[in-house]
């Protein structure tokens, strides 16, 4: 039976020789994932269990890194829960801060996820890992408490769509630019409960960051997972990073899709998202003036070292505006010694950036770039609903580094190409 990507991994997973859309099935996990938020409710559901172990320390990693560094003594509490969890049950995935990263870009960069695993975890950007040829999917804490006791999770099979890439991206547009495209086109709940699957000469013309961009936003077109070819570019990612096997399984030439999507590269423009729906998307050439407090650029979504090298190619020799805020924080530790070693931190420094260790912190809310009544952001993060990064009168406009660069320099929401 004909299967696209997602469904073969599945089906690996679940010991069938294929599987079909719609149908449940229980699946044998490579990795279960959980934060700072997340976990203390799982550890609560899993020692209700009563059993004395999980089912494999190796194949679990917890990571706090939304309300950390800790902002107050309840996000000190809720990791020292996690943190003694860690301990008593010898899970040795624990990072935290000083070796922590936001758990999406750590976990590759960590090599614990690879092409062919199934991956669950508390949080639901965890299907980033699709970048790799992974299934990895985010799903909520009762069901991380049964993940890290059994090493199991029962699944819907997803059906899927076909995302075709053709050309290639023009300068200053990313792979931040193609999924808010896709989500402006087919909705917040266009892909709900299915899998997105890259495909098409295009994905060749992708940098493995932005295909990490790209899968970290699969869900907010509503899709369960998003997912990408293996190709040389993933193989030599996997292999710089990890020692793990892996598996390479492409879906079947006459796999059955609900539908079909086709986006030429090379006619993208810059793209952002505008208030309070990641699906709202202009293009900043269709945007008019839009002035900002605060400019935020880093997080799971764009934080890696792509991202800041491009941010610091617009911002060198140049000053942020008065009156703008603008927060950089590297996606990982390595990422935010490697800024330094290749002098990108000097750069943002004397532009007038405030640069901060890695944390969730800014994206969701929690600290560190909370917004005020009325005031206006420009992000690099996923998600723009109301009151998602402070009062419920701001706004948060979503971009890619570029754009938010140069929206940091002049103080309104400005195309890139200005900068060239």
Request: hydrophobic residues 40%.
């Amino acid at each position: 039976m004909a299967m696209t990507m997602t469904q073969k991994i599945l089906a690996k997973n679940s010991g069938r020789e294929s599987v079909i859309a719609g149908e449940l099935i229980n699946v044998n996990l490579d990795m279960v994932l959980g934060n700072d938020i997340t976990s203390p409710l799982a550890i609560q559901e899993f020692l209700k269990i009563g059993i004395p172990n999980v089912f494999d320390g190796n194949k679990i990693a917890l990571v706090p890194d939304h309300f950390c560094p800790n902002k107050d003594i309840k996000s000190a509490e809720q990791v020292k829960i996690v943190r003694e969890f860690a301990r008593d049950y010898k899970i040795k995935n624990y990072f935290e801060v000083g070796q922590m990263g936001i758990e999406h870009a750590l976990l590759p960069e960590k090599g614990l996820v690879t092409a062919g695993d199934v991956i669950i975890g508390a949080d639901s950007h965890t299907c980033t890992y699709g970048a790799l040829g992974a299934f990895s999917t985010g799903i909520g804490s009762t069901d991380m408490a049964a993940g890290m006791a059994t090493g199991k999770l029962w699944f819907k099979v997803p059906q899927a769509i076909k995302v075709v890439l053709k050309g290639k991206l023009t300068k200053y547009v990313s792979g931040k630019d193609i999924i808010l495209h896709l989500i402006g086109l087919i909705g917040v709940d266009g892909a709900r409960y299915m899998s997105l699957e890259f495909t098409g000469e295009g994905v060749s013309t992708l940098g493995m960051d932005d295909r990490f961009t790209i899968a970290n936003m699969a869900i907010e077109a509503g899709a369960k997972n998003g997912i990408f070819p293996v190709d040389e570019k993933t193989i030599e990612y996997i292999n710089e990073h990890s020692t793990k096997p892996y598996s390479v399984l492409e879906a079947d030439e006459d796999a059955h899709y609900a539908s079909v999507v086709e986006i030429d590269l090379s006619t993208l423009d810059y793209t952002v998202a505008c208030p309070h729906l990641p699906s709202n998307t202009k293009t900043v050439a269709n945007l008019g003036e839009i002035k900002v407090d605060q400019v935020v650029i880093g997080s799971c979504t764009n934080g890696r070292i792509e991202d800041l090298r491009i941010a610091a190619h617009i911002l060198k020799g140049k000053k942020v505006a008065d009156g703008v805020r603008t927060i950089l924080f590297p996606a990982t530790q390595k990422i935010y010694l490697q800024a330094i070693n290749e002098g990108l931190m000097n750069i943002f420094i004397e532009s007038g950036v405030a640069v901060s260790t890695p944390t969730c912190g800014p994206c969701l809310g929690g600290h560190m770039g909370i917004l005020a009544k009325g005031e206006k952001c420009v992000a690099t993060t996923n998600r723009n609903f109301i009151g998602r990064m402070g009062h419920t009168e701001s706004e948060v406009y979503l971009a890619s580094p570029a754009v938010a660069a140069a929206s940091a320099i002049t103080g309104v929401i400005t195309e890139p190409k200005e900068f060239e």
